[in-house]
């Protein structure tokens, strides 16, 4: 992705300084604590001057002593000020990016399968932490210090005119040099961390999919030639960093370079003073100016890095915000939610292609009485899924009406039109959670004795029993640590908690013995018995009794009938029947 953020994006500013709003105070402290640390970092060189023209050269040691014990009081002041900044500041960083994580999480979660399809999920990890925690920056280490660096740089050179323009003049000389070498420095810096921040992107998208798809990795024993594509990646997010670094392992040599010409102009013209009589520039202005040199250059240095710690949490803003921007959210304008739902399903003419005109469904019509079950069959590619995506409002039909109880599907609540349909889908999905609450998935309102009660209905509470905590058995990461039938079975019970009007099935084609099998066949009897279901069927008992199959074949419905007349035509039906099925009763395909 093309990385744009500026800096003098004002709108981009406004719109992050948005998130701050809720720690106004924070911040506003912040910048009082940034003011004070700039207002007072002259006065230590100027004690340090005063002591040694006054009480040091002329002996005076009472007066060493009470400027001693001022001096100590100055650091402890200027000590506690910086610890309150560095908190404040970091708090304010992270609270906001905290708020803006869970707006981007909010509207991760909401956006369409669409997205999805387009976009890599290690990216999306990228900018919800990576790209977030250079917003961070901004504040802790970026605008708020810079206020203070260019803060501290103009009292000092302020001070240091008004102690004496004309050896500030002198010292000051090669500071158009300094300004030109950050400049420089700032552009190339700039295009560098633009590639970092591509690179680390492309990094975790790699890492994310190779991590979630290691088996086939393993089963098709892939590991040199994925080892090889990872070793590109690496290299380049190394050689990126190098670059960078080679920028910052010149720009500082440089400025040292500058600033010991400052120096040595400050030594030559300050000799060159006490040595002519009478005394231009007292040994304790030379002390002065030394420390002020470095309290000069050292902010102009750093406003170098913060600038750019400024401009990558900017191009970071920029990522996040695009996140956010995208509008791809399921429209939900519908106000219809019926006290009860009967279930019956009407597809009138529907067409419905994943990008453009390239439709994928094409003219369907068919419909399903509440409580009766439709088989969804075809060849590979033929649109079942795509059938019950759009019943859901997972995408959008571009033609024809899709109704239930007569009301048109866009115009129900979106949570209500899902959460009276319930769907399962073959590759079942299991959170790193207790079985419990993938079942509940935290929904309150269902209790624990639904819980056991719908387990029992699928004959899975048995198995869940013998599991080490029972309920509570935290399952590993994508139910791994479970085999194929019990998480079919774990997801018929959250299914069945949900109690829905509509159950949407995507048989699962895995094999399973047969024990589990009957299990399972057994499970989805007593799922779909009460409601209208679709089912993608993949088992020769499901099919048959089915109240009505819909045969498609290249998004269109083929044949429409039961099992028995379906044969009887002798149709498309018979052959794909006679294909798919073996004696088992699971489909081939
Ligand atoms: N997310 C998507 N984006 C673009 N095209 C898609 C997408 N999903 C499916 N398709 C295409 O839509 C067509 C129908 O696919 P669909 O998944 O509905 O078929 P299916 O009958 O469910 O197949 P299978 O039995 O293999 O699951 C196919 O040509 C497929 O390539």
Redesign the pocket.
């Known amino acids: 992705m093309a990385v744009t953020g500026d800096v003098y994006n004002t709108g981009l500013l406004k719109r992050i300084f948005k998130y701050v709003k809720p720690y106004r105070a924070v911040f506003v402290w912040s910048v009082i604590l940034t003011i004070l640390l700039a207002a007072i970092s002259p006065v230590r060189p100027f004690l340090i001057k005063y002591t040694l023209d006054h009480y040091i050269l002329n002996g005076n040691y009472d007066g060493l002593v009470n400027m001693t014990m001022l001096m100590v009081f100055m650091l402890v002041l200027q000590s506690l000020i910086q610890y309150n900044h560095t908190l404040l500041t970091n708090t304010l960083g992270q609270s906001v990016i905290r708020d803006l994580r869970i707006s981007v999480f909010n509207h991760i979660t909401r956006l369409r399968l669409k997205f999805f399809?387009k976009t890599p999920i290690g990216q999306l990890i990228t900018r919800t932490v990576s790209d977030l925690e250079t917003i961070a920056d901004i504040f802790s280490e970026g605008l708020i210090s810079m206020i203070g660096d260019s803060l501290q740089v103009v009292v000092i050179v302020g001070v240091m005119f008004y102690t004496d323009w004309e050896l500030s003049l002198v010292v000051l000389l090669p500071i158009p040099l300094l300004i030109m070498a950050t400049r420089k420095f700032q552009k190339a810096i700039k295009v560098a961390f633009q590639e970092i921040r591509n690179e680390v992107s492309n990094l975790n998208t790699f890492l994310q999919e190779h991590i979630t798809g290691v088996s086939i990795v393993q089963y098709f024993a892939r590991e040199k030639q994925e080892y090889r594509k990872f070793y590109a990646i690496n290299k380049r997010y190394r050689d990126a960093n190098i670059r960078s670094n080679w920028y910052y392992s010149i720009f500082f040599p440089v400025v040292e370079l500058i600033s010991a010409m400052s120096l040595g102009l400050l030594v030559w013209y300050g000799a060159k003073s006490i040595l002519s009589k009478p005394l231009d520039v007292t040994p304790g202005t030379i002390t002065q100016f030394i420390m002020y040199l470095g309290m000069v250059f050292t902010p102009i240095r750093q406003l170098a890095d913060k600038f750019n710690t400024l401009q990558m949490g900017m191009v970071g803003a920029e990522r996040v915000f695009k996140v956010l921007d995208t509008d791809e959210t399921t429209p939900n304008n519908g106000k219809q939610k019926p006290g009860k739902l009967e279930g019956n399903i009407k597809f009138e003419k529907v067409w419905f292609a994943?990008?453009d005109d390239n439709y994928?469904l094409k003219d369907l019509s068919f419909e399903v009485k509440a409580g009766e079950t439709v088989a969804l069959v075809?060849a590979?590619?033929?649109?079942?899924?795509?059938t019950i995506n759009i019943l859901n409002r997972f995408y959008e039909v571009k033609k024809g009406d899709i109704t239930v109880d007569g009301i048109h599907i866009e115009d129900f609540e979106l949570d209500y039109l899902r959460n009276h349909i319930a769907t399962v889908l073959q590759d079942v999905f299991l959170f790193s959670d207790t079985i419990l609450n993938n079942i509940t998935l935290n929904n309150p309102e269902i209790t624990i004795e639904d819980v056991v009660n719908a387990a029992k209905k699928v004959g899975a509470h048995d198995f869940i029993e013998r599991l080490p905590g029972g309920y509570q058995y935290n399952v590993m990461e994508r139910g791994a640590t479970l085999s194929a039938g019990q998480a079919q079975l774990i997801s018929f019970i959250r299914a069945l908690v949900h109690n829905p009007a509509i159950l949407v099935l995507d048989e699962a084609t895995s094999s399973v013995d047969t024990e589990t099998e009957l299990l399972i066949q057994k499970a989805i009897d007593n799922l779909m018995e009460g409601r209208t279901s679709i089912v993608?069927a993949h088992r020769l008992s499901t099919i048959q009794k089915a109240d009505q199959i819909i045969v498609?074949d290249k998004g269109e419905i083929k044949e429409k009938g039961t099992h028995q007349q379906l044969l009887k035509l002798n149709g498309y039906y018979k052959k794909l029947y006679d294909l798919q099925f073996s004696s088992k009763g699971i489909a081939k395909v």
């Open positions: 399809d994943y990008n994928v075809g590979t590619g033929a649109g079942k899924s795509s993608i498609l």
